[in-house]
């Protein structure tokens, strides 16, 4: 498994986001999409953990929608969106497939986030989204789920590291 | 993950003979019995450096696994087990992981013949592919969603595909042609959960996207005449269609919501594990069997749904040719999972077992005389579905007695993909897959151009390899061979 260099068109996707994102401005959030044969996947990075879930959340939507939500217009819908987890790992993995499982459900695609709390044994947000069907699909389409294979959270006093593969 | 992939598998691995290499239990600690890999010598070597063999090695500490950890020539890298993997656990000691399955429960592919030969829909195909764009419901939202009303699916988890034709999806005879029936028997919907029933309530009759697809075939040979005429396969030039999708999302809920209780079960069965996903729990345990009937329930739903998609593909075929309805003859040759946990009973070492057979990207393989393949086709063994790519061929075999005695009668279940979906849209970047597969006279539709890249012949092995080393293994042997016509992706 190999993070994407500065050569590699994602990491231009996550420059791009960076800059476009007040709530990141400043930060050193990102993502980068993981290579994987069958499947896909995301390392993201934040100054805290809050930063760092988040910017994985938009990576997820990424690879299904083939660019960045925050690109695309359309009313937007409010939803607070709370998981529980033993660990830092599980928290990730619970936060996402929560995100999966709302846009499965309520066709949402989240475009930002505001964490109330992000430390086991909880995570709870506000996250704002559009439409679905405001949104193009150019990318791979469906995520099926989030797995445990690979999966990582390192946390230092100023930078959170995390890496997820998806199932397609 | 336990240890990191060699560069070259061959210093590790022991070849058997052409297709057959072993992988030793010395080879990491906690493997509880060798692993066996099913390939040619060009695919080991193509796998210098995957992690799939790792994951064969990690497959094999699972507790109450027996014989050996098994993988498919398709094998490819995977989550917790790989893509083409088959574990057989002892019921009585042995565990159930829900990695081991897979989050697409039921993940299968059915087989459909029809009576229209090529030269009769050739001016149609574009219309027909349209219609079933059009009519089976793809990619994500409410694009890949039904309208109308909500569907009580307590039904489908219940009964599979029988309750599919009861409620209007298809004919009787349709059942009598699906692996268990449609129906496994130790489903228990109960143990569905709400949020899993929301997900998969709209998506009934639903292909999906990512390697989902609808195909449009013509038969190309035909090379078991016998076998050929008992699935109905009578000649190069037959019309016949393939469906891959499978629980939807109810499927990945049920795999999602079990993965976290099985994590947080592990230590209380004492249970270490070289890699998360293959969380798991014993069997016989109130978590092992809650899986269990979640899971044949989800497998149930998976039934329904290739069931219902059947139904309205006959109706786009019969609003495209027209009438008289009685004209146009779609039947079932088969439906096969390729991501199940089933309870078995088969032979290890001479002796009788109960078992839970785990295929992940692996489908089942009965031979002549067993008496779990339907009636019509017991002379001959159970028909086996193996999908190419989209712009080459996909491959009908049946199960041989060879299936039986080494790999709990199973074999491969696809092409298996060597491109990672990031190398393919490099390697494709700029080429219109449309274009050039209109070029070779295949009609594309799909929602996305890069999920197009994604899948394309260039991402997978050339699906006539995996079948060779099949039959060279004596474990499955090739009746005919199908070329696309028309595709529909999600």
Request: with cysteine.
């Amino acid at each position: 498994m190999q993070r994407h260099t500065s050569k590699d068109a994602c990491t231009t996707t996550v420059t791009s986001m960076e800059a476009k994102n007040s709530t990141l401005a400043g930060s050193t959030s990102g993502y980068a999409f993981l290579e994987h044969t069958a499947d896909v996947g995301v390392t993201a990075w934040g100054p805290d953990p809050s930063a760092a879930f988040a910017a994985a959340a938009r990576g997820m939507f990424a690879i299904m929608l083939g660019g960045e939500p925050s690109d695309r217009t359309g009313p937007a819908t409010e939803y607070t969106v709370e998981v529980t987890g033993d660990s830092w790992p599980d928290l990730l993995v619970n936060w996402l497939a929560e995100l999966l499982f709302l846009m499965s459900v309520e066709d949402v695609v989240a475009q930002a986030y505001e964490f109330a709390a992000c430390a086991p044994p909880s995570c709870s947000a506000k996250v704002t989204g559009i439409l679905l069907e405001n949104s193009d699909v150019s990318g791979i389409g469906e995520i099926k789920a989030v797995t445990y294979h690979q999966l990582m959270v390192e946390i230092k006093p100023s930078h959170t590291h995390v890496q997820v593969i998806f199932d397609i | 993950m336990g240890k990191n992939a060699p560069q070259n598998w061959r210093s590790v691995l022991k070849q058997r003979d052409a297709v057959r290499w072993e992988l030793p239990a010395s080879y990491m600690p906690g493997m509880r019995v060798p692993g066996m890999i099913y390939a040619d010598e060009a695919m080991i070597d193509a796998m210098a450096g995957d992690m799939a063999i790792q994951q064969v090695a990690n497959m094999a500490t699972l507790p109450g696994i027996v014989g050996h950890a098994l993988a498919m020539p398709d094998i490819h890298w995977g989550y917790g087990f790989p893509i083409g993997g088959v574990a057989a656990m002892r019921v009585d000691d042995g565990v159930v992981s829900p990695g081991g399955v897979g989050f697409d429960i039921n993940c299968g592919v059915r087989l459909l013949r029809t009576n229209l030969h090529e030269r009769a829909v050739k001016g149609s195909l574009p219309e027909i592919v349209n219609q079933l764009f059009r009519d089976v419901p793809t990619g994500l939202g409410r694009r890949g969603k039904r309208r109308g009303r909500p569907t009580n699916v307590e039904g489908a988890l219940a009964e599979g595909a029988a309750w599919a034709v009861e409620n209007g999806h298809g004919r009787p005879e349709d059942i009598t042609a699906i692996e268990a029936g449609g129906c496994l028997p130790n489903a228990d919907p109960a143990e569905v959960s709400d949020r899993a029933r929301q997900r998969g309530a709209p998506q009934l009759g639903t292909l999906g996207s990512g390697n989902h697809f609808l195909e449009v075939q013509a038969v190309e040979t035909i090379a078991d005449e016998k076998a050929a005429h008992a699935f109905g396969i009578t000649e190069p030039g037959q019309i016949m269609l393939s469906i891959h999708t499978g629980s939807r999302g109810l499927g990945h809920q049920v795999c999602q919501e079990f993965l976290g209780t099985m994590q947080r079960a592990l230590a209380h069965y004492g249970i270490s594990l070289p890699d998360k996903q293959l969380a798991c729990a014993p069997i016989k345990s109130p978590e092992g069997q809650a899986y269990l009937g979640a899971m044949a329930a989800a497998a149930n739903f998976a039934f329904a749904n290739r069931q219902a998609i059947t139904e309205r593909i006959r109706r786009a075929f019969q609003h495209v040719l027209g009438p008289p309805e009685s004209a146009i003859e779609i039947g079932v040759v088969y439906d096969v999972a390729h991501n199940i946990a089933k309870l078995e009973r088969h032979r290890v070492n001479g002796k009788e077992m109960d078992l839970c057979v785990h295929r992940k990207g692996a489908t089942r393989a009965l031979p002549a005389g067993d008496p779990e393949v339907p009636a019509k086709y017991r002379a001959v063994g159970q028909p086996v579905l193996i999908p190419g790519d989209m712009g080459r061929y996909s491959y009908i075999l049946v199960g041989e007695a060879q299936a039986r005695r080494e790999t709990f009668a199973s074999t491969c279940h696809g092409a298996g993909r060597v491109l990672s979906r990031g190398a393919a849209k490099r390697k494709l970047a700029g080429v219109d897959i449309a274009k050039l597969l209109r070029g070779k006279g295949i009609v594309v539709r799909a929602n996305s151009k890069a999920g197009l890249a994604e899948e394309a012949s260039e991402a997978y092995k050339d699906v006539r390899d995996v079948v060779d080393v099949v039959e060279r293994s004596g474990i499955a042997r090739v009746v005919a061979r199908v070329r696309p016509l028309g595709v529909i992706k999600g």
